[in-house]
């Protein structure tokens, strides 16, 4: 995602938004519209302090993460033959490091420090059959497709340090050690393959079975139904965007685990941001509450040793909720906060009349935030709610009352605000520095050519030499 003022210019989409059609089409169109004054005045009004340590709460640590794809022809004659590729990158910051890193003064960068927080920075990538191309001679890209993604997600990752990083393991650990495409749903008790009814259970020491019907290896990895949205000639595009979504929590989920079975006092010690929502989408979206469950049992475990709550916070640069803050902003006072819930979110953002009862009840396994800090700036940002699951005393229309109650979030949201403070900077309207670096990690190509760390300095410099 482009941060602003790097986009490219606008304009273009102008000239059609004024033709007659488009604009009768419109008239019969809801959408997201500039509030009046009374009403920016009234949204603005239900805006509270936002909460601050004194002094501020912050980890010791950081690790930040942020993915990028790309779908590349495998050469320029033949376009529509296509490999994919997805690159995670998370980047970890010692907070006293970041305070040699900046100038408290000027706000200014040291490059060269820059520079070796991103020499610890590690990349992981995963190569993935685009357009025509069937991998490992399988009957289809479909096919293909699945057996790529169980041999890229059960990989070990790790590169050969101490530890494993395998993600099809974390998937059974976030299911309780084990999977069944089972036949009770219409969708998991058929071969991904052939269609034939079967029940095929997966444990970590069995992650690959043979159909019956048809001979085709099923993997664990099919229960995330990325197979699903891939076809023999259409673009895989969207496959690819759902697995690097799953792939990015689920490494979130592989680090966190990593830290807590060695030591969870540890995790206490830590903040985990990563770029979008808390929440996964499309095919494997059902892994959201797999997060969610897991989340809230090490939070039960850090609890029981008197410990603060894991904080994650899931940052959005863009999307429906920045282009709603956007139009709302310069009638908020700086050091705001509100909780988007339902009501808000249908409201005034979705313009809904028909809301759904629970707003991400499919996909959310965190809260949205709007904050605009001291500074001026203004962000949506999101931490875990505080349950276990979507079920809260037996009901989940009371889930979706008490995820908005702030109360339940102990230090959740004041320490998301003081971190966020603490890594805001001039450039960036709506990102913060460690997600900044990790940007650039993931989206730098073999080519070097990221110039973030080259506008940060510039930035800096600029404004302190005027
Ligand atoms: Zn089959």
Same mark, same amino acid.
């Given at each position: 995602m482009p941060y602003n003022g790097q986009t490219a210019g606008k304009g273009g989409h102008s000239d059609f938004v004024r033709n007659p059609?488009?604009?009768?089409?419109?008239?019969?169109?809801?959408?997201? &519209?500039?509030?009046?004054?009374?009403?920016?005045?009234?949204?603005?009004?239900?805006f509270t302090p936002a909460p601050a340590g004194n002094p501020p709460r912050l980890p010791e640590y950081v690790v930040a993460s942020d993915a990028s794809k790309s779908d590349t022809p495998i050469s320029d004659k033949l376009p529509s033959t296509q490999i994919g590729f997805i690159k995670v990158s998370h980047v970890l910051i010692t907070m006293s490091d970041y305070a040699e890193l900046i100038d408290p003064k000027t !706000?200014?960068?040291? +490059?060269?420090?820059?520079?070796?927080? @991103? &020499? /610890?920075?590690? +990349? $992981?990538?995963?190569?993935?059959?685009?357009?025509?191309? !069937?991998?490992? /001679?399988?009957?289809?890209?479909?096919?293909?497709?699945? &057996?790529?993604?169980f041999r890229q997600l059960s990989a070990d990752k790790a590169n050969g340090g101490a530890n494993r990083l395998i993600l099809s393991d974390t998937l059974l650990a976030l299911n309780g050690g084990q999977i069944s495409l089972g036949k009770s749903s219409a969708h998991d008790g058929l071969c991904p393959s052939c269609n034939a009814e079967h029940e095929f259970t997966f444990m970590p020491e069995v992650q690959q079975k043979s159909c019956p019907s048809c001979g085709e290896p099923v993997f664990?990895?099919?229960?995330?139904?990325? @197979?699903?949205?891939?076809?023999?000639?259409?673009?895989n595009t969207s496959a690819m965007t759902r697995m690097m979504n799953a792939v990015e929590h689920l490494l979130l989920a592989a680090l966190i685990q990593q830290v807590f079975d060695a030591n969870p006092r540890a995790l206490a010690k830590m903040a985990f941001i990563i770029d979008g929502p808390l929440a996964i989408f499309g095919q494997p979206a059902k892994l959201h509450a797999r997060m969610m469950a !897991? $989340?809230? %049992? #090490?939070?039960? !475990?850090?609890?029981?040793?008197?410990? %603060? +709550?894991?904080? #994650?916070?899931?940052?959005?640069?863009t999307g429906?909720?920045?282009? =709603?803050?956007?139009? $709302?902003?310069?009638?908020?006072?700086?050091g705001v906060i509100r909780v988007l819930d339902d009501e808000? &979110?249908? *409201?005034? #953002?979705?313009?809904?009349?028909?809301?759904?009862?629970?707003?991400?009840?499919?996909?959310? =396994?965190?809260?949205?935030?709007?904050?605009?800090t001291e500074r001026g700036r203004i962000f949506n940002f999101a931490v875990p709610y505080p349950f276990i699951s979507k079920n809260v005393q037996g009901s989940s229309a009371r889930f979706a009352q008490l995820k908005a109650d702030t109360s339940r979030y102990g230090s959740l949201i004041e320490r998301a605000c003081d971190l966020i403070r603490h890594f805001e900077l001039d450039l960036?309207?709506?990102?913060?520095?460690?997600v900044a670096l990790a940007h650039r990690h993931a989206s730098i190509s073999i080519t070097p050519g990221?110039?973030?760390?080259?506008? #940060?300095?510039?930035?800096?410099?600029? *404004?302190?030499?005027?």
């Amino acid at each position: 995602m482009p941060y602003n003022g790097q986009t490219a210019g606008k304009g273009g989409h102008s000239d059609f938004v004024r033709n007659p059609d488009v604009q009768n089409f419109l008239a019969e169109c809801d959408y997201l &519209r500039q509030p009046s004054e009374a009403e920016a005045q009234e949204m603005a009004s239900s805006f509270t302090p936002a909460p601050a340590g004194n002094p501020p709460r912050l980890p010791e640590y950081v690790v930040a993460s942020d993915a990028s794809k790309s779908d590349t022809p495998i050469s320029d004659k033949l376009p529509s033959t296509q490999i994919g590729f997805i690159k995670v990158s998370h980047v970890l910051i010692t907070m006293s490091d970041y305070a040699e890193l900046i100038d408290p003064k000027t !706000r200014f960068v040291d +490059p060269f420090k820059a520079a070796d927080l @991103h &020499r /610890n920075a590690a +990349p $992981i990538t995963y190569t993935l059959p685009g357009s025509n191309v !069937r991998f490992q /001679n399988a009957k289809s890209v479909k096919d293909g497709f699945r &057996r790529a993604v169980f041999r890229q997600l059960s990989a070990d990752k790790a590169n050969g340090g101490a530890n494993r990083l395998i993600l099809s393991d974390t998937l059974l650990a976030l299911n309780g050690g084990q999977i069944s495409l089972g036949k009770s749903s219409a969708h998991d008790g058929l071969c991904p393959s052939c269609n034939a009814e079967h029940e095929f259970t997966f444990m970590p020491e069995v992650q690959q079975k043979s159909c019956p019907s048809c001979g085709e290896p099923v993997f664990v990895t099919d229960w995330l139904r990325l @197979h699903e949205d891939v076809s023999d000639f259409g673009n895989n595009t969207s496959a690819m965007t759902r697995m690097m979504n799953a792939v990015e929590h689920l490494l979130l989920a592989a680090l966190i685990q990593q830290v807590f079975d060695a030591n969870p006092r540890a995790l206490a010690k830590m903040a985990f941001i990563i770029d979008g929502p808390l929440a996964i989408f499309g095919q494997p979206a059902k892994l959201h509450a797999r997060m969610m469950a !897991r $989340i809230g %049992e #090490i939070n039960a !475990r850090l609890q029981q040793l008197s410990l %603060e +709550p894991l904080l #994650i916070v899931g940052l959005q640069k863009t999307g429906e909720v920045m282009d =709603y803050v956007s139009l $709302i902003s310069r009638f908020l006072p700086n050091g705001v906060i509100r909780v988007l819930d339902d009501e808000y &979110r249908n *409201r005034y #953002i979705k313009g809904n009349d028909a809301p759904s009862s629970n707003f991400g009840n499919e996909t959310y =396994y965190g809260q949205d935030f709007i904050f605009k800090t001291e500074r001026g700036r203004i962000f949506n940002f999101a931490v875990p709610y505080p349950f276990i699951s979507k079920n809260v005393q037996g009901s989940s229309a009371r889930f979706a009352q008490l995820k908005a109650d702030t109360s339940r979030y102990g230090s959740l949201i004041e320490r998301a605000c003081d971190l966020i403070r603490h890594f805001e900077l001039d450039l960036y309207q709506s990102a913060i520095v460690p997600v900044a670096l990790a940007h650039r990690h993931a989206s730098i190509s073999i080519t070097p050519g990221g110039k973030v760390l080259d506008i #940060i300095t510039k930035t800096n410099l600029s *404004r302190s030499g005027s």
